[in-house]
């Protein structure tokens, strides 16, 4: 039997294309804000954006997570956009092990905490079930237990 064959018939994982020049200059220490200005269609510095609008100084505040949410919205539907070119059809698998995955997997994991925190309860189970969906190591590395 060949490794990683799909025996239950659903669709084969999807993954992202890597995106060189944003990952050499986050390596290099690059703010988030100017790679996304750089490279609006990546997740990665959206979600990076959006993770530390939610840790600004501890105490966040209704507008840290309305500018996480922003964020995070922005780097999810940019991912969708990403996914969908690579052929996703709006399910299955995009697993977290695939590097160039865990931008659009930080994106939704901030949407569905700045969702929270914001109260809009339906959206953040939706992102908590759709992180799941796309690989249940996401949703253990990125949600809170």
């Known amino acids: 039997m060949a490794t990683g064959t799909n025996l239950l018939g659903g669709p ?8 060189p020049a944003v990952d050499a200059a986050l390596a290099a220490g690059t703010d988030p804000a100017e790679v996304a200005a750089a490279h609006p269609a ?5 979600a990076l954006l959006g993770e ?6 501890g105490a966040v505040t209704t507008t840290d997570a309305v ?8 780097g999810y539907h940019r991912g969708l956009d990403a996914l969908r070119r690579a052929g996703w059809r709006g399910h299955g698998p995009v697993p977290w092990a695939h590097e160039p ?6 994106a939704l994991a901030v949407l569905q905490r700045a969702a929270e925190r ?5 959206e953040a189970v939706r992102c908590t079930t759709f992180l799941h969906d796309c690989d ?3 949703a253990r590395e990125l949600l809170p237990s």
Request: aromatic share 10%; proline share 12%.
């Open 52 to 57: 530390r609008a939610l840790a600004a100084g």
């Open 136 to 138: 249940p190591v996401a």
């Open 12 to 19: 084969p994982p999807t993954h992202l294309p890597a995106i």
């Open 118 to 122: 914001i109260g809009e309860t339906e």
């Open 42 to 46: 990546a997740s990665l510095p959206w």
């Open 101 to 106: 995955n865990r931008g659009f997997l930080r």
């Open 67 to 74: 500018t996480a949410y922003a964020f995070a919205r922005t």
